[in-house]
């Protein structure tokens, strides 16, 4: 599983693709580049953080996802939610409404992802072998950008499986017992989660078949509710089935979520660029007396995906609201259907450490790494260092890179361009041309 290659859930459109730059500015990981006034991502450097798609003015990133209409391949239609889901929507609409409408949509069994958070701790799990400072893997994207970026702390990573996977599995064992045609679905509030759970062969693909985009749920059981209002609010005299946890846990996708449901010293830090100057940072401590790292890509948590359709500050308040109504223990009819399937939750808690992937590295081979760091040093040396991004990639540390790696040309460097065109011709003999373009996701039109 771990050798298995990233898989993505962004896209650029060409036709709509104005070559602004705004995503190469924004993205984290330097995986964008700009080639023939179209944006190109390098699928290896991305973490499927979903930046460049929340900034794009154009709306030239496209994010896949699965149909409605999918569902009906499975006798059994199971839905993970995420507690936030409900918190996208306004007081106007209750709990028991929306999980009428997403009955209505297809879905024939509904399931809290963060009934997954009192399950381990019903079971009382701890960490296996572990005594230094503990990362969570609650964030795919993350995750991701431990293994490109920060390989070194790959064993800090909790390896008990998140709430989501938990929850999954759980359903799964309870409802194999009555139908084998199984399909579950999770609403995400992000692209992380799509690309870890589209990636063929990994722990999410096995256990879901599928996934709904948080804006796509939403905007259709708005409509739904809205346009049927009366038979809706009729309902409200009967609770709709619903899926239930506990206080504590619906917050386990804000910040602090995690950490208050760990002892000992506890930091959350959110939003992607804090976690790098986090991270950065962290690499020169010697010591940090830390017992567990929350890590949340997006700000606010899962409350800022880029998939969420509601002001994150809002979102936040209506859960944290909605969790005053929730018990502070399991119910002991849920507490017996767990106990059920302990067996097979048991034999299923833990996750491999995940493998790195050091493509951030200018060569996997040590010697020729040294020698393409060097040559970066003179090609910067003669660089204009202004970052102006008019070259296609972010920085000119960034183009010294890529032509280092024999992925770019200093000849897209358009203030040498326009100083010495025939200074530039004779350095780009010494430093060679372009040859790479397959690490991009389409073929570089430049
Ligand atoms: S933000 Fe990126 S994808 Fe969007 S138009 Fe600008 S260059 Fe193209
Ligand atoms: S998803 Fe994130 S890492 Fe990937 S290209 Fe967009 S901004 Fe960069």
Redesign the pocket.
Known sequence: MNDIPFHHSLH?LDD?????????KRCPTQA?R?FGG??RIFSERCIDCGQ?MA????H??EIEQDTFEQLQAYTYRVAIIPAVFFAQFSDTFTESQICRALYDLGFTHLYLAETGVDILNHLHVDEPNHTSMLISNYCPAVQRLIQIRYPVLLENMSRIRPPAQITALFARSELAEACDSIGIYYLTPCAAKIAQIKTLGSEDNNLFQGVINFDTAYNKIRTMLTKNKKSYEDDNTTTFFFPLCTAKASQWSLVKGQSSNKTGRTLSVDEMHNVIEFLEQLEQEEENNLDFLELDACAEGCPGGILTVRNRFLATERLRHWSKSLPSQLPEYLIKRIDKQKDILMENLYLETPQPKEILKLDLDRAKALHKLEKVQQILSVLPLIDCGLCGPPTCKALAEDIAKSEASIRQCVVLKLKDPKELNSLAKIWGERTIGSTVQKDDQA
């Open positions: 650029v709509l693709c104005k070559g602004c730059t705004h995503c190469m964008i700009i179209k944006a460049c900034v794009c003015p154009n030239a990133i």
